[in-house]
């Protein structure tokens, strides 16, 4: 019998042959510093000890150079080394894919030496992110396809995004409906003197691109509690929240719980800080964290929404700088974990106390009976828009599905008419409560708070059905609910897509797709807006363009309807059967049931 005999190989010499095979098929490139040892002995599993004699074995072919107290550098291969790389190299020289071949050549190239992470030699001349490259969990496709929404641009907002665009977070989107005031600039680094009465989210948008252009940015200048369409939490993968109220918190925790995203929150003032992670179904949820107190507090303020958001504005919590940096330095982390799919604490607290620098977290309990814990089922794709669907067409849709019985439930109220208590004059209005000032609520000729009428329930019985579903507060990209009493169904106004989430804000135009844009903002160092076009949608490339209603007929798995959506083929993706897989919907939504339609004072 012919065997052939054992490789007597140390390890210092199998890590040097796999060293000079990465030499050889070009995977380390002439020039470029090896990563550093700790590195190295991770990856390839060796002592110190050995590595340094693996290494020390290479430099003595001319394969590598020291530079003291900098580290290793490759060496060029010619033929001066050639024959000592591949002797060193020996059996590794044929078997070392190259990893890199799927790679831009502009991209550093990999050293094939892990499986779980090969080791990647950045050029920390050309390469921002090259850095992050030596340390060992960073998935750096995983930071640039990552999309984040960030709700809130004041001082948390402002340091959450300074990371997340240092860091390389491919996709950034920013909600806040705020504008910058002078007080602003003690405590948001992204922000200038310049940017009075500018909005919070453009700003910080521009900011964050011109920070770092090779990320995508897009910015929402609205309420996040009622401007948001839930199908851009759809397709994020983590939400910030840098919110400083209840009622924001509670919209984005109920809006993530809905759509099964994970969520950040961050709280500050003055010295004290918290800092949590909410994934929904493990452990508690940020409404789980409220007092039965708190929860009475906000259920009144919700039934007055005006008062609400004008507490909002008014409550302005004292905070610095120092605190937002400690809590929006903690939060950003926590989102590098969720991109990472790393293990987070969800449903814990953080607590930071900046007075005697005590740090603690404590676990919240779950509460049984907590409203926010629902998800939706399956989710209906329609190619409608909210600028252009009817409550009318939404409601065939619904009935095609559901039956007659079915009704549309906003997620708004709607007020349909303001009545003064004391000189009894009522106004038919018809609109969100959203767009209500402090103001018009009151009575325009004695100043008395007006009674509103409400409606959150859309039935078919409405005089109102012609009105677009934009006309009564539905953002574009939303995700409408129905349900006929014992089964719901989800609607996404998916024709909003190309126009509601892009991520192109700020970005240079393609040559071949240029478009002479009026004052375009510049990126050069520091962004300036002071010629920003004001409405950026207007410029952008439509990438559908939807023709005049017409009627289609819906394919439907009761019968053909027929409806006014678009004239493309109207296709309902994902339509299935599936009932709601999560709770009884009389049980979950009996809190927004409760004030359906009836009379509310406003306060
Ligand atoms: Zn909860
Ligand atoms: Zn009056």
Redesign the pocket.
Known sequence: MDMNPLSHKTLSEAAASRLAASLLDGSLSPGTQLPPERELMNQLGISRTTLREALKSLEENRLIESRPNIGWFVCKIDESNITQAKALAGEHINQTPRVATDEPATRPRRVPVSPEKPLHIPNLKEDRLGTFEFISWWEREKVDKAKVLVVGAGALGNEVIKNLALMGVGNIFIIDFDNIEAANLSRSVLFRETDNQRSKAEVVAARAKAINPQIKVQYLNTDVTTGLGLGIIRRMDVVVGCLDNREARLAVNRFCYWLDKPWVDGAIQELLGLMRVFVPGQGACYECTLTEQALRDLSLRYSCQLLARQNVLLGKVPTTPTIASIIGGMQSQEVLKLIHDMPVESGKVVHFNGLNNHMHTTAYNPREDCESHWTYGEITELPARAERATLSDMLTIARADLGKEAMIELDQELVTSLE??????KEEVLRPVSEITFEAGH??????L?EAQFTHMITGEEPFLHRTLANVGVPPLHILRAHNGYEYRFYELNGDEAEALHFRHFEQPEEEHAIPVEGRVRLKEEVTLEDAPSNPARNRIRLKDEKPLAEVVVKSANSGVRIGVSQKAVKVKKASRNRVRTQDPERTKKGQAKSAQGRVKLC
Do not use: I
Not at 420 to 425: E, L, S
Not at 443 to 448: A, N, Q, S, V, Y
């Open positions: 003064c208590p004391k000189c009894h004059a009575c325009p000729d004695c100043g008395e007006r």
